[in-house]
């Protein structure tokens, strides 16, 4: 694919404009293009642009927010087409993602699986006030690779030792991993309940978890075996 | 709206004026220069050994004479100083003789090399719209001190300069310096660069240096700023009125001097009054009741309708520490919301004794703050907050809103590092590092990133022959400060 409309795919992700990347993905297709070419070549790389910038303070949330916007809104056009041709975009790994119970607070959690979203992850939002099993059950009916447990508040952040529990009990570890984050949560804390790892932020969570992915593909194929 | 302080209600202010104008008749003012006298005789004041008595019509008259507003300009050309209204601006302190060591925390005499490196930490913050002459170089020769250290904020910076001359010879050789960096007089008088700081001696003295100063800042068209400094219980009336009745009288006898030198010359009402601190004989800068005397003679300029300037965001700390942000950020945001055009301070400890590149950095943030304050609060969308519940409903989801993406950049104000908003999660087995540990990382980065100002050829070569000019006078081997024009690639 030519260089100009990848660097216009890429532009439109950073730009955080949804028009123009979904007008960019249907030239995409229109016109013949390769549309995996398209997603890693064209929009993916924005995101990581702005994950780099979000990292460096030239860029907000809502600067993220609208980026992520913009990359479902490729995406919408890019991937029923890729069904058509008997393709599929890469999972970046399947999340299960959630707030723990007796927690409604949902906008830390929302934005990191947005985020996800924009970076090939399947997310499975549980939403807020999750029971403990549930994050077990889900993680086990969609094969998750990571459960994220989000908890604002001092008292709820407890249950994210009950969720751990939970998935051990349902045999699922250390294949499916976890990740913990939300106000009080500390890195200690998470090594104290035996989270695999903790996200200071949502782009943080994300880096962790693709992060995660990596180490997850160099496990023993037993150890990943579904 | 724009929030406003003001201390002085209007009964206030006029008890205020009907004093320091009877003050300037009776017991009058002294004037030390024969010219500055001349001048206020021939427009009618009586002078009689050394006193002028000033009648309040010829000062009131003067008063109008005196421009509203004025621009200073960078050497680009481009107006970056708005002396007038409530526009708000900061400048670091000025004529610092000590630089507080980072390493060690004690205080050692200033040389070029720490000017240099304060003009380029100043440089690189746009919060400070203005350079000062912020050191006094022990490695100059104190007959050169005032000249030398202009001609290096001139070699260094591109921004305006807050300056202002030790001696008569000396002012001349300044005004060179900047008819140098204009191109030509005529130039310097259009788009002036540099504000001199002219102080009287309280009380009400307008000593030979000093009238000189203005008669001849007023004739070579470069902004002359007022700067009277009653210190109250000492050499001003104790009580805070009694004190800016003195600064209103000085200020008033050293506008009308200058404005009979040359009606319509630009002029700044400024200051830097403190209380006397009873119990040390100190002049603590940090003081709320000197923060309150800097308000309220800002407060009576305004009412004339001139362009402002205050002493503030400097501490009577000794170290970059609680106290130093306590009291600079204080004042930071009292004279911000005060609207006086220039504020003068930063960066400065120990009462006005100690400069610091580690507090300069840290009041900048203070700064940002107060700056953002004085902007209050805006209706920037249509219906203030329907509308976007319009789209989000009870979900809640603001952060997606592109009012949300439009807008957050000037609602909010982002800080730079010095600011630790971070959340303990990921450092929670490491050391923190305090403000001044940042500080320091912060000044080493501006540093690093500072580029020499764009000085012209011929604009070197003019500065460098003045300068050659005077240091050879006094037997100065070398210009120092100047060989570091370059990045410091070792910081």
């Known amino acids: 694919m030519n260089e100009p409309i990848l ?107 947005t985020l996800l979203t924009a970076h090939g992850f399947k997310v499975y939002d549980l939403g807020v006030d999750v029971p403990s099993d549930k994050f077990a059950t889900t993680a086990l009916e969609v094969g998750a690779d990571i459960v994220g447990v989000s908890a604002l508040l001092t008292t709820t952040m407890r249950g994210q030792r009950n969720v751990i529990a939970a998935i051990e009990r349902q045999g699922l570890r250390p294949r499916v991993k976890i990740v913990v984050g939300g106000a009080p949560v500390t890195r200690r804390w998470a090594e104290e309940i035996g989270a695999d790892g903790y996200g200071k932020d949502a782009a943080a969570a994300v880096t962790l978890m693709k992060s995660l992915m990596r180490t997850r593909e160099l496990l023993p194929a037993d150890a990943r075996a579904d | 709206m724009k929030p406003k302080l003001e201390l002085l209600d209007r009964t206030l202010l006029d008890r205020i004026l009907r004093e320091a104008f009877t003050l300037i008749m009776e017991p009058g003012v002294k004037v030390g220069d024969p010219e500055a006298a001349r001048v206020l005789l021939s427009a009618g004041a009586r002078v009689e050994d050394g006193v002028a008595h000033i009648p309040e019509s010829l000062a009131r008259r003067a008063l109008e004479s005196a421009p509203r507003e004025f621009f200073l300009y960078d050497r680009a050309g481009h107006k970056a100083v708005h002396y007038g209204g409530d526009d708000v601006h900061f400048d670091p302190g000025s ?120 008669v001849t800042l007023a004739r070579a068209g470069v902004p002359a700023e007022l700067i009277s400094m009653p210190l109250a219980g000492a050499t001003g009336p104790v009580t805070l009125a009694g004190s800016v009745v003195q600064h209103a009288a000085e200020s008033i006898s050293g506008l009308t001097i200058h404005q009979l030198a040359e009606p319509g010359a630009p002029i700044v009402w400024g200051g830097a009054p403190a209380i ?17 005397l800097d308000l309220a003679c800002a407060q009576v300029g305004k009412y004339f309708g001139l362009p402002t300037h205050a002493y503030l965001v400097a501490s009577d700390s000794k170290l970059v520490d609680a106290q130093a942000a306590m009291e600079s950020s204080m004042s930071a945001v009292l004279g911000a919301l005060a609207g006086i055009n220039m504020i003068s301070g930063a960066g400065m400890l120990d009462s006005l004794a100690c400069h610091s590149l580690e507090k300069l950095v840290i009041d900048a943030e203070a700064i940002a703050s107060a700056q953002r304050l004085a902007r209050g609060i805006e209706a920037r969308t249509e219906t203030l907050a329907l509308g976007m519940f319009s789209q989000t409903g009870l979900h809640g989801d603001f952060l997606k809103l592109k009012e949300t993406r439009a807008l957050f950049r000037c609602e909010q104000h982002f800080p730079s590092t010095i600011i630790d908003r971070s959340s303990r999660g990921e450092n929670d087995d490491e050391a923190l590092h305090d403000t001044f540990s940042r500080a320091r990382q912060r000044v080493r980065e501006l540093r690093s990133s500072y580029s020499p100002a764009a000085l012209s050829a011929e604009t070197r070569s003019r500065l460098l022959g003045i300068a050659v000019r005077e240091t050879s006078l006094v037997g100065l081997a070398g210009l120092p400060g100047i060989e570091q024009a370059a990045p410091f690639p070792g910081i």
């Open chain 1, 7 to 113: 660097q216009a795919m890429r532009q439109s992700i950073i730009d955080g404009a949804p028009e123009t990347a979904l007008a960019l993905a249907q030239t995409a297709l229109t016109n013949g293009l390769d549309l995996l070419d398209a997603i890693h070549h064209g929009f993916v790389p924005g995101m990581h642009q702005v994950g780099e910038q979000f990292a460096q303070h030239t860029m907000f949330l809502p600067d993220m927010m609208a980026s992520a916007e913009a990359m479902r809104a490729a995406m919408q056009v890019l991937e029923p087409a890729l069904k058509k041709q008997g393709a599929e975009r890469p999972v970046a790994g399947t999340v299960v993602l959630g707030t723990t119970q007796g927690d409604i607070h949902e906008i830390g959690k929302t934005l990191v699986g």
């Open chain 2, 95 to 214: 004529s610092c003789l000590n630089m507080l060591d980072a390493d060690t925390l004690c205080p050692r005499l200033a040389q070029t090399a720490d000017l240099v490196a304060l003009i380029q930490v100043t440089e690189m913050l746009p919060h400070y719209a203005a350079q000062s002459t912020a050191l006094v170089c022990s490695d100059v020769p104190s007959e050169i001190g005032d000249f030398y250290r202009l001609f290096l904020v001139l070699w260094h910076s591109s921004k305006p300069i807050v300056t202002g001359a030790f001696s008569g010879p000396t002012l001349q050789a300044m005004i060179d310096l900047l008819i140098a960096d204009s191109g030509n007089s005529a130039a310097l008088k259009e788009k002036p660069r540099a504000v001199f700081d002219v102080c009287p001696s309280p009380p009400l003295n307008w000593t030979d240096f000093a009238a000189y100063n203005l």
């Open chain 2, 276 to 292: 006397f601190d009873m119990s040390s004989g100190s002049a603590p800068m940090g003081a709320i009741e000197t923060v309150m």
